[in-house]
């Protein structure tokens, strides 16, 4: 009977237990990413050297490609995020999977809690003493929200640890790679500012579901 419940909570596991052992690793590295970023550019106005090259290679990206990045970048704003999570939201529930519904929500809450809150604890600018920029909160959220997705998609049997780790990093990098682009495009962030959103996102998420897993199979240990 154990046996029957525990593999019930693990067929609804939001964190694949064969992605447990690979995403460790990566959420320990990704904060130390943070930290390290955040006491380097603390109190900072200026793009570091890393900032300029990569300006340099996005400078003077056409009136089109401007368009583009705008797009993207709505996606990080409020109305456009909300509805990107309302509908994901939604699509979990009718998928009868709240526990992924609850993991989305934590997961993207938390990850533009902490980017906003480091943003004030490194006090890094861009364009004037009142924009804070690190880590980026746009790139931060996005990333979050694809390794949400990713996860789930992981979750599928069939899928081992190195296929679904792969997914999971995959989405991640190609959400956090749009939205990052389109920061720098538009100005509106360092370079630097978005891998430290990007390395909030990985550090978060995979925590976030492991935390998710550990209460919901404590409240209801036959799964879902």
């Not at 409020?78 to 009718?94: I, N």
């Not at 004037?128 to 990713?150: C, E, K, M, Q, R």
């Not at 925590?207 to 209801?220: G, K, L, N, Q, T």
Request: hydrophobic content about 55%; overall charge neutral; glycine content about 14%.
């Amino acid at each position: 009977m154990v046996s029957d419940l525990r593999s019930g909570a693990v067929r609804h596991a939001v964190l694949p237990p064969a992605l447990r052992g690979w995403l460790g690793p990566v959420v320990v590295l990704a904060a130390l990413v943070v930290a390290l970023l955040g006491g380097r550019y603390a109190g900072d106005g200026e793009p570091g050297r890393v900032d300029e090259r990569v300006w340099s290679a996005l400078e003077g990206v056409p009136s089109p490609w401007r368009d583009v990045a705008r797009a993207v970048d709505f996606l990080g704003e409020p109305v456009g995020a909300a509805a990107l999570v309302v509908a994901a939201v939604a699509g979990c529930l009718l998928l009868r999977r709240p526990r992924a519904a609850v993991l989305l929500v934590v997961s993207v809450t938390l990850a533009v809690g902490t980017a906003t809150g480091l943003k004030h604890l490194v006090g890094r600018t861009i364009h004037g003493a009142d924009n804070l920029s690190y880590p980026s909160g746009h790139t931060a959220f996005l990333t979050a929200f694809a390794l949400v997705l990713a996860l789930l998609a992981a979750g599928r049997p069939g899928l081992g640890g190195t296929a679904g780790t792969s997914l999971v990093l995959g989405a991640g990098l190609a959400a956090g790679a749009a939205m990052g682009w389109a920061q720098v495009v538009l100005g509106a962030h360092y370079p630097t500012d978005v891998l430290g959103g990007w390395c909030t996102a990985l550090a978060l998420v995979p925590a976030s579901a492991w935390c998710v897993d550990r209460v919901a199979d404590a409240v209801r240990p036959d799964g879902e």
